[in-house]
């Protein structure tokens, strides 16, 4: 395993040590993926080695000081070779270690780290339901509060590791209330424990992929859990859930790192003894590029995922944390490796499909990573909407001038000292907007855009946009409020705001006797 230079002596050294734990434990894993058995032999030998504790403070058994995320990546990465090893693994991470220790009160921490340190309970996250998927926020499992429990009803689909895992992280609705719904201070924080009455295993799923995993739905009926069992204050839900995604998907990411270089091992390997055509099927450049592709891509993976590890453990990302570092991350590798093990496929030929071969089952396991822990199209919406609100100052527009003799647009990101600013006037505004139509023909310009030119309010900004909407000098652009968005001159602004050769320009190259 690569190893990055900010990573520390102790996560080093972890690199080598889980790599050697994957190649002695490869058989074992591939013969739980075909008996479809939990492979308890792989994942006892991860629980001696405290790799569980990963994420836990000394004080309680485990080597968080040492590891922390970016070590818990490093031995996801590694056992995620193991078929579901890694997956299971990974689950217990961010279903129970990461919100007891960040949430928890230091008798939780007393009373659940130990234990899930040396990995003598495993954890396993609740979030999603039969009607809830994507909008976390829906959640419809209830919890009531009776006296010193809450009575907690509904059910849960899609756990991983559900059975085998003793500590469910399960967030349920404590509020009805639409304003705490608008708040985000209706869904409540909790740990289900097994053996609890009511709440048991309701059906297991037959996958697509991830041979022997356990996963499936829960079902709570009448479940009296103790409110000390509740995670921080009752309606903190959605905090603790949102903090736990950014953990989730970076340490989820390293688990499909893993997965991808076996597709890569198993492609070359292929490639190098098979012959066609009187050689082997690695000198045909259309395998060499695509292998090189998967080494691209494995390798821009890697950087994201321990980027966004490094940002979590030092605490850094912004007010969000690394939430667009994290969502880049889990986008980036889940389409990689749904990539990556389809061409590994592709280059095997035949033999790829067969399940003789691990690049079949790693095909098979890849799609639900574009699903899991937030779809591809949620990873977009995410950095769409809160990348270009981080990014503001560094992809602030730019204020476009024509060049007096040039006559070109040329960028400036400097402002509009007030002195030169304009006062809101018909003929002002008709005067940006004509200016507008030389350097962005086509585009509409936006109200700060305006006030970039012109001195006044938005109220006085808005009145002179209606009277030349009314006088069809300007066409507006509103919002499904009826508020003013953008706004363009008409041709007759134009001509109105100047001369029509105003707006002409010809390069110096061009024949005018051509022109009309």
């Given at each position: 395993?690569?190893?990055?230079?900010?990573?520390?002596?102790?996560?080093?050294?972890?690199?080598?040590?889980?790599?050697?734990?994957?190649?002695?434990?490869?058989?074992?894993?591939?013969?739980?993926?075909?008996?479809?058995?939990?492979?308890?032999?792989?994942?006892?030998?991860?629980?001696?080695?405290?790799?569980?504790?990963?994420?836990?403070?000394?004080?309680?058994?485990?080597?968080?000081?040492?590891?922390?995320?970016?070590?818990?990546?490093?031995?996801?990465?590694?056992?995620?070779?193991?078929?579901?090893?890694?997956?299971?693994?990974?689950?217990?991470?961010?279903?129970?270690?990461?919100?007891?220790?960040?949430?928890?009160?230091?008798?939780?921490?007393?009373?659940?780290?130990?234990?899930?340190?040396?990995?003598?309970?495993?954890?396993?996250?609740?979030?999603?339901?039969?009607?809830?998927?994507?909008?976390?926020?829906?959640?419809?499992?209830?919890?009531?509060?009776?006296?010193?429990?809450?009575?907690?009803?509904?059910?849960?689909?899609?756990?991983?590791?559900?059975?085998?895992?003793?500590?469910?992280?399960?967030?349920?609705?404590?509020?009805?209330?639409?304003?705490?719904?608008?708040?985000?201070?209706?869904?409540?924080?909790?740990?289900?424990?097994?053996?609890?009455?009511?709440?048991?295993?309701?059906?297991?799923?037959?996958?697509?992929?991830?041979?022997?995993?356990?996963?499936?739905?829960?079902?709570?009926?009448?479940?009296?859990?103790?409110?000390?069992?509740?995670?921080?204050?009752?309606?903190?839900?959605?905090?603790?859930?949102?903090?736990?995604?950014?953990?989730?998907?970076?340490?989820?990411?390293?688990?499909?790192?893993?997965?991808?270089?076996?597709?890569?091992?198993?492609?070359?390997?292929?490639?190098?003894?098979?012959?066609?055509?009187?050689?082997?099927?690695?000198?045909?450049?259309?395998?060499?590029?695509?292998?090189?592709?998967?080494?691209?891509?494995?390798?821009?993976?890697?950087?994201?995922?321990?980027?966004?590890?490094?940002?979590?453990?030092?605490?850094?990302?912004?007010?969000?944390?690394?939430?667009?570092?994290?969502?880049?991350?889990?986008?980036?590798?889940?389409?990689?490796?749904?990539?990556?093990?389809?061409n590994a496929m592709q280059v095997m030929g035949g033999d790829g499909w067969t399940r003789f071969y691990p690049v079949e089952a790693a095909y098979r396991a890849s799609k639900v990573t574009e699903i899991a822990a937030g779809t591809s199209e949620v990873m977009?919406?995410?950095?769409?909407?809160?990348?270009?609100?981080?990014?503001?100052?560094?992809?602030?527009?730019?204020?476009?001038?024509?060049?007096?003799?040039?006559?070109?647009?040329?960028?400036?990101?400097?402002?509009?000292?007030?002195?030169?600013?304009?006062?809101?006037?018909?003929?002002?505004?008709?005067?940006?907007?004509?200016?507008?139509?030389?350097?962005?023909?086509?585009?509409?310009?936006?109200?700060?855009?305006?006030?970039?030119?012109?001195?006044?309010?938005?109220?006085?900004?808005?009145?002179?946009?209606?009277?030349?909407?009314?006088?069809?000098?300007?066409?507006?652009?509103?919002?499904?409020?009826?508020?003013?968005?953008?706004?363009?001159?008409?041709?007759?602004?134009?001509?109105?705001?100047?001369?029509?050769?105003?707006?002409?320009?010809?390069?110096?190259?061009?024949?005018?006797?051509?022109?009309?």
């Amino acid at each position: 395993m690569d190893k990055f230079p900010w990573w520390n002596e102790t996560q080093k050294k972890l690199a080598d040590e889980v790599e050697a734990f994957a190649d002695q434990y490869y058989p074992d894993a591939e013969e739980a993926a075909w008996r479809k058995q939990t492979p308890w032999k792989v994942l006892n030998a991860v629980k001696e080695k405290g790799w569980f504790g990963a994420l836990i403070p000394k004080r309680y058994g485990g080597m968080r000081e040492e590891l922390a995320i970016t070590g818990a990546c490093i031995i996801n990465e590694g056992i995620s070779r193991l078929g579901v090893v890694g997956t299971i693994y990974g689950g217990s991470q961010f279903g129970g270690v990461h919100q007891i220790e960040t949430f928890g009160t230091d008798e939780q921490r007393e009373r659940w780290l130990p234990a899930m340190a040396t990995g003598e309970k495993i954890g396993a996250i609740c979030i999603t339901e039969p009607p809830v998927g994507s909008d976390a926020a829906a959640v419809a499992t209830e919890a009531k509060l009776e006296g010193d429990y809450y009575i907690i009803n509904g059910k849960k689909r899609f756990t991983t590791g559900l059975g085998i895992a003793d500590i469910y992280m399960l967030y349920a609705r404590t509020s009805q209330d639409p304003k705490d719904r608008a708040a985000n201070r209706h869904l409540t924080a909790f740990i289900v424990e097994k053996g609890m009455k009511g709440f048991t295993v309701e059906k297991i799923n037959e996958l697509c992929g991830g041979d022997g995993l356990l996963n499936g739905y829960l079902n709570l009926d009448e479940v009296k859990v103790p409110v000390g069992n509740r995670l921080a204050g009752e309606g903190d839900g959605w905090t603790i859930m949102m903090s736990g995604l950014n953990v989730e998907r970076t340490i989820a990411s390293s688990q499909l790192l893993g997965q991808m270089k076996e597709s890569i091992r198993f492609a070359h390997f292929h490639s190098q003894r098979r012959v066609q055509f009187d050689q082997p099927t690695m000198l045909a450049q259309t395998n060499q590029f695509k292998i090189a592709d998967m080494i691209m891509r494995l390798k821009t993976c890697r950087l994201l995922v321990y980027y966004a590890a490094h940002l979590l453990d030092i605490g850094g990302g912004g007010p969000y944390g690394p939430v667009i570092e994290a969502t880049a991350a889990k986008l980036m590798t889940s389409e990689s490796y749904v990539w990556t093990s389809a061409n590994a496929m592709q280059v095997m030929g035949g033999d790829g499909w067969t399940r003789f071969y691990p690049v079949e089952a790693a095909y098979r396991a890849s799609k639900v990573t574009e699903i899991a822990a937030g779809t591809s199209e949620v990873m977009r919406m995410i950095l769409y909407r809160l990348g270009t609100r981080l990014m503001e100052n560094e992809i602030k527009p730019p204020r476009r001038v024509i060049h007096p003799e040039l006559k070109v647009p040329l960028d400036y990101f400097d402002k509009v000292p007030d002195s030169e600013k304009m006062k809101i006037t018909e003929e002002s505004v008709l005067q940006v907007l004509a200016e507008n139509y030389r350097v962005n023909p086509g585009l509409y310009m936006s109200r700060e855009d305006l006030l970039m030119y012109l001195k006044g309010t938005e109220e006085e900004l808005d009145e002179v946009l209606m009277e030349l909407e009314e006088k069809k000098l300007a066409v507006l652009s509103r919002d499904r409020r009826g508020v003013i968005k953008l706004a363009n001159a008409t041709y007759a602004g134009l001509k109105k705001a100047h001369p029509l050769e105003y707006y002409q320009y010809y390069p110096k190259w061009v024949n005018m006797d051509e022109l009309f």
